[in-house]
């Protein structure tokens, strides 16, 4: 199944598509469908695709089955990818921008703040921050000043914030019964 929704950027629709083992994130001419580039390193999951310029590099983030990924905006090539498995192959949240960084989740696998920079022509990318406090698992957090908040999977739905510089706990509700 699929869930993500579509990124339309620069004439082009970017979507997941496909299955486990022929899957791709595709970018189609917005005008006519036809398949501009398609990037076939991994399944896709039901992350949304967000567009960002990181490095004077125009670049798709997204969540794969098997990966958090940087995907070229405009050949579709894989520029970095950070390894990022959840028990059901469901990684849903679509990630967050902050600061030329990446904050990203998924089921019972904690939020997670990486660095991504071009060195010497080479992608890297650096964990800044992991919170296993709180995890996510349907709903994607929003940015709010200095802070990430969100729906925690953890009892049922616990709403929390997190500091985006040290990616501490600031504060957790009660969460449903």
Known sequence: GAAASPLVDEGRCIVPVGGNDNGALAAFDAKTGEERWSWTGDG????????????????????????????????????????????????????????????????????????????????????IWENKEVSLYMSS???????????SQKKRGQLFALDLTTGQTLWTGAGRL
Do not use: M
């Open 141 to 151: 957090p929003v940015v709010a000043g200095e802070r990430l908040c969100g729906f």
């Open 44 to 127: 896709p999951a039901y992350a949304s695709p967000i567009v960002t310029v990181i490095s004077d590099t125009r670049q798709i983030i997204t969540q794969s089955q098997n990966f958090c990924c940087g995907i070229d905006a405009a050949e579709g090539t894989l520029l970095w990818k950070i390894p990022f498995q959840t028990d059901y192959a469901q990684n849903a949240v679509t990630p967050i921008l902050y600061d030329e960084s990446v904050i990203f989740s998924g089921f019972n696998k904690g939020v997670s703040r990486y660095r991504i920079e071009l060195r010497e022509d080479q992608w890297h990318t650096e964990e």
